[in-house]
């Protein structure tokens, strides 16, 4: 007991009583307060004082409670909406199932019948789709919030992550049907103003949650990245749906923004819940940079970058 001098100030049996009731015994604080003709308002400081003295101890068991703790430093930390963290490997192949894993647990968990789902890109996003399972929620939408890649390995590019998702939880789909990077400014605008495009957009500026993949500029190695990277400007730390940002978050102006078909930052910034599903410790300035500028604000990672976010 945390605080033995404040005991002999209390009724420790009449406490011990109300804990029992309330934690053991299964009965409301209303019920509780009826039995013994006192306040519910009485029964909350009873039963709060508990707590504060150490009669009652709380002790989480469950395969995450270990990490509790540090989502919640981090959640605190960064203002962010959720966090969940999967232990630290080195071994890539294991990280991917462990973030998979819980950033399937994490959908089930949170959406909601009506939401709008965005997704980026990448081999995090197509992780999760490995061990998502069958939601039964009405009118669901999945859409991408930027254009494909040619020749996307390993079916990480957006669309096909859209497809696939739509396949295991039921959902309408959005497609751009539009490369992400095309030849000039001028192809740009034309297809934007294409009807298909702008009803495709207004869906995309509807979304409620989005999905977010990030990268960490400095070392992409994925072919396409070959068509931007002279036009990395060197503060460039990380990329989020094809847009560069430095190590504060802001985003970065390039020469290739004009040719690029992906949301806009102003529109993903309005995109209530934005989680970015990230990990391993040579990504941890991109992903600090993505907390700093409020790009997403919610996380999934591991815990040797979260231990690195908290150090920051």
Known sequence: MRDAEDLTHIDVPLYARVAYAYY??????????????TSRQRINRILAKCLSLGIVEIHIHGESSMFLEQETSLANKYNLRSVRLVEETQDEQEFFVSIGRAAARFM??????????????????????EHLERLELDNLT????????????????????????????????????APVLVNDEELRRGIMREPYFLRSYEVIQ??????????EIKNLSFPQIKQIRPYVPPEAVGEICTRLFDKDGKILK???????????????CKIPLRVGVAGMTYKTEAIL????????????????????????
């Open 289 to 312: 940079g993505a907390l700093r500028g409020q790009l997403i604000n919610a996380l999934i990672t591991d815990t040797a970058v979260a231990a690195k976010l908290l150090e920051a």
């Open 206 to 215: 509807s979304c409620t949650v989005a999905m977010l993949g990030i990268a």
């Open 254 to 268: 390039t020469k290739i923004d004009d040719r690029t078909l992906a949301i806009a930052p102003e529109d993903l």
């Open 108 to 129: 089930t968990e949170t959406l909601q019948s009506g939401d709008v789902i965005g997704f980026s890109r990448g081999r995090t996003l197509s992780a999760m789709l």
């Open 24 to 37: 053991l015994g299964g009965l409301t604080q209303g019920e509780i307060a009826k039995r013994m003709r």
């Open 142 to 177: 999945a859409t991408q919030l930027m254009g494909g890649w040619n020749h996307q390995a390993g079916g990480i590019g957006g669309d096909n992550i859209v497809m696939r998702f739509s396949e295991i939880i039921p959902s309408k789909v959005n497609m751009l049907y």
